[in-house]
C-alpha cells in the first residue's frame, strides 16, 4: 500500500525535505501533486533518519509547504526497453525526446543576458563555438564522440555552476556528489576520461573510414560565416592563456 505524506518541512532550489517517513529507500521515485492537480516526478537523494531529502526533476515553482502531496513509489526509475529506443533520448521521467523538443536558448528572440557586457560576449562566443563544434561532430557521425563531447562540456559547466553555488553560500551537502569527492578532483577524473573516450572515438571513426568535414579556413567562413570568427576568438584566447603559462611570446 502506497502512503502519501501531505505538506514539506522545507523547499531549497529544486530540493525538497519530507519529515516523519518511514522505510523509504534510497533512489527511490516519488510522486509530488501541488495544488492545482499537476505532479511533478522526484528521487530520493537522501535520508536521515525520518528525514527525506528529495531531488525534485521539473523544479519547484509553485510547491506548497503546508498542501504538497507525497507518494514513495516504493521503486527506483524504471524504464520499459524496446527495439524502437534504439537511438533515443529520454528524459528525467523515462519518456522519449526529439532533438526538436529540447530547448534552445540561442534561438530565443531578442535573447540578451542581463548583466554586464562581458558576460554576454562571452556567453555569444562560447555559444556560437559549442554550436559549431556539435554541428561538425553531427557530420562525422560518430554517435560516441558527441555523448563525450558532450559529457566533458557538462563536467566543466558542472564544476563552474559548483563553484559557484558554492561561493553563494548554499548547502552542498544536497548535491549529488559530496564536497569530499568535488574538492577530490573527481569530476576532473571525469573529464580527462571523457576526454580520452572523445579523442579515441573520433580516431575509430577515421579509421572506419567517417567522412571528415574540410576545417580549412576559407572551408569553415563559407560554411559557418559569422560563428567561425567566434570560435577563433575562443581558441586564440586559449592558445594565449596557454603560451603565457609556458612562458611563451
Same mark, same amino acid.
Given at each position: 500500500?502506497?502512503?502519501?505524506?501531505?505538506?514539506?518541512?522545507?523547499?531549497?532550489?529544486?530540493?525538497?525535505?519530507?519529515?516523519?517517513?518511514?522505510?523509504?529507500?534510497?533512489?527511490?521515485?516519488?510522486?509530488?501533486?501541488?495544488?492545482?492537480?499537476?505532479?511533478?516526478?522526484?528521487?530520493?537523494?537522501?535520508?536521515?533518519?525520518?528525514?527525506?531529502?528529495?531531488?525534485?526533476?521539473?523544479?519547484?515553482?509553485?510547491?506548497?509547504?503546508?498542501?504538497?502531496?507525497?507518494?514513495?513509489?516504493?521503486?527506483?526509475?524504471?524504464?520499459?526497453?524496446?527495439?524502437?529506443?534504439?537511438?533515443?533520448?529520454?528524459?528525467?521521467?523515462?519518456?522519449?525526446?526529439?532533438?526538436?523538443?529540447?530547448?534552445?536558448?540561442?534561438?530565443?528572440?531578442?535573447?540578451?543576458?542581463?548583466?554586464?557586457?562581458?558576460?554576454?560576449?562571452?556567453?555569444?562566443?562560447?555559444? &556560437?563555438?559549442?554550436?559549431?563544434?556539435? !554541428? %561538425?561532430?553531427?557530420?562525422?557521425?560518430?554517435?560516441? /564522440?558527441?555523448? +563525450?563531447? *558532450? $559529457?566533458?562540456?557538462?563536467?566543466?559547466?558542472?564544476?563552474?555552476?559548483?563553484?559557484?553555488?558554492?561561493?553563494?553560500?548554499?548547502?552542498?551537502?544536497?548535491?549529488?556528489?559530496?564536497?569530499?569527492?568535488? &574538492?577530490?578532483?573527481?569530476?576532473?577524473? !571525469? %573529464?580527462?576520461?571523457?576526454?580520452?573516450?572523445?579523442? /579515441?572515438?573520433? +580516431?575509430? *571513426? $577515421?579509421?572506419?573510414?567517417?567522412?571528415?568535414?574540410?576545417?580549412?579556413?576559407?572551408?569553415?567562413?563559407?560554411?559557418?560565416?559569422?560563428?567561425?570568427?567566434?570560435?577563433?576568438?575562443?581558441?586564440?584566447?586559449?592558445?594565449?592563456?596557454?603560451?603565457?603559462? %609556458?612562458?611563451?611570446?
Amino acid at each position: 500500500m502506497l502512503l502519501e505524506y501531505v505538506g514539506l518541512s522545507q523547499i531549497n532550489g529544486s530540493l525538497v525535505i519530507l519529515d516523519g517517513v518511514k522505510n523509504a529507500s534510497y533512489d527511490e521515485m516519488v510522486v509530488l501533486r501541488l495544488d492545482d492537480g499537476s505532479q511533478r516526478i522526484g528521487r530520493i537523494v537522501m535520508i536521515e533518519g525520518e528525514k527525506c531529502v528529495i531531488q525534485v526533476f521539473e523544479g519547484t515553482t509553485g510547491f506548497s509547504l503546508s498542501n504538497t502531496r507525497t507518494t514513495l513509489t516504493g521503486h527506483p526509475m524504471q524504464v520499459d526497453l524496446s527495439p524502437e529506443l534504439l537511438g533515443r533520448t529520454l528524459d528525467r521521467e523515462g519518456t522519449t525526446i526529439a532533438a526538436e523538443d529540447l530547448y534552445d536558448s540561442s534561438a530565443e528572440k531578442g535573447n540578451v543576458l542581463r548583466g554586464p557586457i562581458i558576460a554576454m560576449l562571452q556567453k555569444k562566443l562560447v555559444v &556560437n563555438t559549442t554550436s559549431m563544434l556539435f !554541428d %561538425l561532430l553531427g557530420k562525422v557521425g560518430n554517435k560516441e /564522440a558527441i555523448q +563525450e563531447a *558532450a $559529457a566533458y562540456l557538462g563536467g566543466a559547466l558542472f564544476k563552474l555552476y559548483r563553484q559557484l553555488y558554492r561561493a553563494g553560500g548554499n548547502e552542498e551537502k544536497y548535491m549529488a556528489v559530496d564536497s569530499c569527492a568535488f &574538492n577530490s578532483g573527481a569530476v576532473d577524473a !571525469d %573529464l580527462h576520461l571523457s576526454e580520452a573516450k572523445y579523442a /579515441a572515438a573520433l +580516431e575509430e *571513426a $577515421a579509421k572506419d573510414g567517417a567522412s571528415f568535414p574540410d576545417l580549412g579556413h576559407d572551408a569553415m567562413n563559407a560554411a559557418y560565416p559569422g560563428v567561425h570568427q567566434s570560435a577563433l576568438q575562443v581558441f586564440h584566447a586559449a592558445s594565449e592563456r596557454v603560451n603565457t603559462s %609556458l612562458g611563451k611570446k
